[in-house]
C-alpha cells in the first residue's frame, strides 16, 4: 500500500470526524475491555474504511473506536492484523501509519501471549522492554517514503523508556503485578513445539507472540514512540508441555484485561 491509499484513507477518516487524536492503541486477542472505558464519538467498521485490511481472527471485532480516555482524544483498533492471516507487512501496519497522519503522538499495543520465562504465569501481565523479530518478512521492506520516515530508523529505543516509566509508576499505584521482559515474535499461526520454545529461550526470550514487532518497527520508523504490553495467557515449559485450548487462552485473556485495561488508563491520564 502506498502514500496515497495511506493519504486517502487519512482524509475519509477525517471526513467522518476523526480529528486530532492524540494517543491510538492497538487491542489484541481477547483484549478489547479497554473500548468500554471510552466516552466514544464514533466506531467505524474496518470493512466500511477504503484501504484497511478486515481482521479474519474470531477474537478481533474489528472496528475503530474514537473517543475520549481521561480528557484524552484516543482512536483505538478493536482487533489487528497478522502476517499469519495471508496479509503483507504492509498491510499489517497500514493502520499504524493511518493514525500517525491523523495526528497521534502515542502508541499504546496490546498482545496475548505465551510465558516462556518459567517464573510467570498465565494471567500475568508482561511489560515488553525488547524484542526478538523472527518474522521471515519487514513492513519497511522496497521503495522507503521519506514523509513516512528515514530509510534506516534506528531501533535503540523501540518502547519508549518514558512511557515504560509511566506504565511501572501506574502499576506501583493501582497495586498490579507487572512482569517485565523481551518479546519474541514468531510467525504462526501453530504454537511452538518443544525444542522451538527452549530456542525461544536461548535467544532471550521471556514471552512469545504473533504480533506487535511490525507496529513497533512502522511506530520507529515514522516517529511514533509506542510501549506494549503482554497478557501471559499459557505457560510454555518444553518438559511439561500440554495441549493449548484456544478457548482457555480467550479465558485467561479476558480476566487479566481488566488489569489491563486499570494499566492503560492510568497511563493515558499520566500522557
Known amino acids: 500500500m502506498n502514500l496515497e491509499q495511506i493519504k486517502h484513507t487519512v482524509e475519509f477518516l477525517k471526513l467522518k470526524g476523526i480529528l486530532e487524536p492524540e494517543i491510538g492503541i492497538v487491542l489484541g486477542t481477547g483484549l478489547g475491555n479497554l473500548a468500554t472505558k471510552i466516552e466514544t464519538n464514533l466506531v467505524i467498521d474496518y470493512e466500511d474504511i477504503p484501504n484497511f485490511p478486515v481482521s479474519t481472527v474470531e477474537m478481533h471485532k474489528g472496528k475503530l473506536i474514537y473517543g475520549k480516555i481521561g480528557g484524552k482524544q484516543v482512536l483505538a483498533m478493536q482487533g489487528r492484523f497478522h502476517y499469519y492471516e495471508g496479509y ?24 496475548a501471549a505465551g510465558a516462556i520465562n518459567l ?30 520516515g528515514t530509510r534506516f530508523p534506528d ?10 516509566d509511566y506504565l511501572r509508576t501506574t502499576a506501583q499505584e493501582k497495586e498490579i503485578t507487572l512482569r517485565e521482559g523481551v518479546y519474541v515474535t514468531a510467525q504462526g499461526p501453530m504454537l511452538e513445539t518443544p525444542a522451538e520454545y527452549r530456542m525461544l529461550k ?22 511514533l514512540r509506542c ?7 499459557d ?16 479465558e485467561v485473556a479476558s480476566k487479566a484485561e481488566l488489569k489491563l485495561t486499570d494499566l492503560f488508563v492510568g497511563l493515558i491520564e499520566k500522557i
Open 88 to 111: 503483507s507487512m504492509e498491510e499489517t501496519v497500514f493502520p499504524i501509519r493511518v493514525m500517525k497522519l491523523l495526528g497521534i503522538t502515542s502508541l499504546l499495543i496490546s498482545n
Open 227 to 233: 510501549c506494549a504490553v503482554s497478557v501471559l495467557t
Open 155 to 164: 531501533m535503540s529505543e523501540p518502547y519508549s523508556l518514558q512511557l515504560n
Open 202 to 223: 536461548i535467544v532471550g526470550g521471556d514471552a512469545v507472540g504473533m504480533s506487535t514487532v511490525p507496529e513497533v518497527i512502522a511506530a520507529n520508523h515514522i516517529g
Open 119 to 148: 517464573a510467570y504465569k498465565k494471567g500475568d501481565l508482561m511489560l515488553i522492554k525488547d524484542h526478538v523479530n523472527l518474522f521471515p518478512a519487514n513492513p519497511l521492506l522496497g521503495q522507503n517514503e521519506p514523509e513516512l
Open 235 to 250: 505457560e510454555c515449559d518444553p518438559d511439561n508441555l500440554k495441549p493449548v485450548d484456544i478457548a482457555e487462552i480467550i
